[in-house]
């Protein structure tokens, strides 16, 4: 009796273990699917000038649209999630070193990475947040490549991303943006330079950064990072509507929020907004009120 109970446990096993496999096996097919797609684009090249006012500027928005979270401040890169069943995911090194990119990537290179989220090859830059920089004017996308073409070649290896079993599940559901460039209207074609000015509409036009996390209507929900706390919602419906400008501005330089709470970095990356002018965070507080 007990051999035969022994029996169907291990057929049952077995059968588990089969089903597992052939599910995963379907989702690695359509990672793969996706990772090794390859796109058309026509590339719309503009002026990328070097003087060192863009080169300031450029550095401004890479500061504020969190390019160092991935690459670091330096552009060697750094590994941001290491776990087995996630997977590993880091920024390259995107400095002219060995070890980042060849001498013989130019501004169109550039351009392809930033507004159409593919690489050399026409092939997904994974993990990449195209869908926000492709909303950029082409002065601000302009100065964020003179600034980075400016920087010293630093000599240090790029990690490549590799996606473990869950990672390759939950990028295939859609709960890791992993793929932006599905996300992205190849075709648009972006202003020549939006108006800076402490108005809704520039804080319309900053708010693309905030998408990424927050959702595209802003009204937060699940973390795209698995096992992260909910994202808030910072429209005029969520906390922001209770706020005055100096909470917001406040929160968004500190990390305190005028109900006493601490928010942690890996929550809500102040320290990045904290970067932010007057005038642009007036301008974002304006537009999120408004919604």
């Given at each position: 009796?007990?051999?035969?109970?022994?029996?169907?446990?291990?057929?049952?096993?077995?059968?588990?273990?089969?089903?597992?496999?052939?599910?995963?096996?379907?989702?690695?097919?359509?990672?793969?699917?996706?990772?090794?797609?390859?796109?058309?684009?026509?590339?719309?090249?503009?002026p990328i000038p070097n003087d060192s006012a863009t080169i300031a500027e450029g550095r401004h928005l890479y500061e504020i649209k969190g390019c160092g979270e991935c690459h670091g401040a330096d552009l060697r890169g750094k590994v941001v999630v290491d776990d087995p069943a996630i997977g590993r995911i880091a920024g390259n090194n995107i400095t002219y070193g060995t070890g980042g990119l060849p001498e013989s990537y130019d501004n169109t290179d550039w351009l392809k990475a930033l507004r159409h989220g593919l690489n050399t090859a026409n092939k997904p830059l994974l993990l990449m947040p195209?869908?926000?920089?492709?909303?950029?004017?082409?002065?601000?996308?302009?100065?964020?490549?003179?600034?980075?073409?400016?920087?010293?070649?630093?000599?240090?290896?790029?990690?490549?991303?590799?996606m473990g079993p869950m990672g390759k599940i939950l990028s295939v559901m859609g709960k890791i943006p992993l793929f932006p460039a599905?996300?992205?209207?190849?075709?648009?074609?972006?202003?020549?330079?939006?108006?800076?000015?402490?108005?809704?509409?520039?804080?319309?036009?900053?708010?693309a950064s905030c998408t990424g996390c927050h959702k595209p209507a802003l009204t937060g929900g699940d973390n795209p990072v698995p096992g992260a706390v909910p994202v808030?919602?910072?429209?005029?419906?969520?906390?922001?509507?209770?706020?005055?400008?100096?909470?917001?501005?406040?929160?968004?330089?500190?990390?305190?929020?005028?109900?006493?709470?601490?928010?942690?970095?890996?929550?809500?990356?102040?320290?990045?907004?904290?970067?932010?002018?007057?005038?642009?965070?007036?301008?974002?507080?304006?537009?999120?009120?408004?919604?």
């Open positions: 009796m007990f051999s035969k109970v022994l029996k169907w446990a291990a057929r049952i096993v077995l059968g588990l273990v089969v089903i597992v496999l052939t599910v995963y096996g379907v989702f690695n097919f359509i990672f793969r699917q996706h990772a090794s797609k390859k796109y058309t684009v026509t590339v719309r090249n503009i195209s869908e926000e920089f492709t909303r950029m004017d082409d002065h601000d996308i302009a100065a964020i490549i003179a600034f980075c073409r400016a920087q010293p070649k630093i000599d240090a290896p790029s990690i490549p991303i590799e599905e996300k992205i209207d190849h075709h648009k074609e972006q202003p020549n330079q939006v108006a800076k000015a402490a108005t809704k509409e520039y804080g319309q036009y900053l708010a808030a919602n910072i429209t005029s419906t969520g906390h922001v509507g209770k706020w005055s400008q100096h909470d917001f501005i406040t929160t968004l330089r500190t990390g305190k929020t005028p109900e006493g709470k601490q928010l942690q970095v890996k929550d809500m990356p102040w320290n990045m907004t904290a970067q932010y002018t007057d005038e642009e965070l007036t301008a974002l507080y304006l537009y999120l009120r408004s919604l």
